[in-house]
């Protein structure tokens, strides 16, 4: 979305009054869009994300509808990957900005980033729907198939192109086995007893593959952790 | 459990992926150690990285419209619950002019208020015709009880007459009807003591603003008695008290008088004895 346009987007919402914070964010986050990469910028990111939050938990609409707009696309992915159906991941986006709208007041920059704390929210309201929906047929290997082959450099989004490389790239390093485990625990939900039973691997290899794969991963994003906001 | 035992369960936490009984466990260790309250955040950022996997090359948008419809959700639900501003001031819940819209109503909400209507027409009909019912009873009972007081009376004044009728000492005279009403007849009886009841028959119910008088005539003098009037039998009945002087007359008279008596006659005598 350009800069008019979210500007456009977002004129149309009540502005609380005594939200000098919170205009401020949302300014901000007008000239400092997702695309955007580097340390200055990301720094600023977050803080502005931090911002925006503390301003929501105000019940600032304005507030919100610029948190919607920087995060639809990385959180609108995340769902329609867990729950392979556009209509299902509207649905569902709709209800995670209902609860970040809600939650607000909940979220303690201290105990966690704010990215962190929207996607989790996000991934979780999206396998509690998976499992409400029973669909958890698709093949063992969904998830791996999915995943790495959808590298490319004609990515329209820059910053989302290139920090989905940097994952791309760390999951393509891990041994095939461990990202099959962290993926089908991500994107599907399983547990590591139903990952167990799903691969018929032993639970002990199950349990010592994910946390070996969460640790190369580590290690892997390194320093390029920070720029996944 | 070691400590180190909780350690290595936090990556699977991350991923929510530990089974639930050990979740709880590790749940209930985080509580208390801030060292692995730490680790579980680092080991969250890592896992929320992989959200970056699930975008494409063409990252997908939601649609347009759901920005909107997620803004008027938050909307709705914030003049619902009456929520709270930042700076603790409650948000009023009347909506503006502006923000009204027009009821949106639906079959089952338009069949519900055509059933409301008539049920509710219903009723009152019914009410009206109970009311109306209640009413003629009332009209009916007043009469009734009307009736059985006059019948009461009637009955009373006769048992008055066959006592004193009865009653040793008791004086009949007869009165016959003049020429004014020669069909007319009464019978007049009195004791001793000058009580005297009157029992006439032959006369037409009086003309309005008219009344029967009753004189005792003594000595030439006529002394007023009481009015009466008659049903449309032409029978009627009165009990009066004789004046002392007159307890010896020898004549009685009847005459046709204004309805609340007068003191001489002006009349036609009627019947006389």
Known sequence: MGLSNRNAATSAFRRPKNSFIGNLAVSLASYIPLLQIGTLQLEHAHSIDVALLHAVARRDEQALASLYDRYRVILFGLLVRILNSREEAEDVLQEVFLQI????????????????????????????????????????????????????????????????????????????????????AYFEGLTQSEISERLSTPLGTVKTRMRSGMIKLRELLGSQMKSLR | MAHQDYQEMLTAQALNALDADDARVLEAHVQGCAECRIELSSWEDTAAGLAFAALGTQPVEPTIQLRERTLQAIRAETLALGTFEGDGSRVSNVVDLDQRRPRSWTPALTWGAVAAAVVFAVLGASIFILWQQNLAARDELA???QQVREANEQLARQRDALGMVATPGTRMTELAGTNEMPGAHAMLAFDQSGRALLMAKGLPPPPTGKAYQLWFIAGGRPLPGKVFTTDNSGAGMLTDQIPAEALKAAVFAITLEPKDGVPAPTGAIYLKS
């Not at chain 1, 979780?124 to 995943?147: G, M, N, P, W, Y």
């Open chain 1, 101 to 184: 709208w809600r939650r607000a007041a909940d979220f303690d920059e201290r105990r966690g980033r704010p990215f962190t704390w929207l996607v989790t929210l996000a991934r979780s309201r999206a396998i509690d729907r998976l499992r409400f929906l029973a669909s958890r047929q698709r093949v063992t290997d969904t998830a791996a198939r999915e995943a790495p082959e959808e590298v490319s450099d004609a990515a329209s989004d820059t910053l989302h192109s290139e920090q989905r490389e940097i994952v791309q790239r760390a999951l393509a390093e891990l041994p095939e086995e461990q990202k099959l485990i962290l993926l089908l």
């Open chain 2, 143 to 145: 009469r009734l009880t």
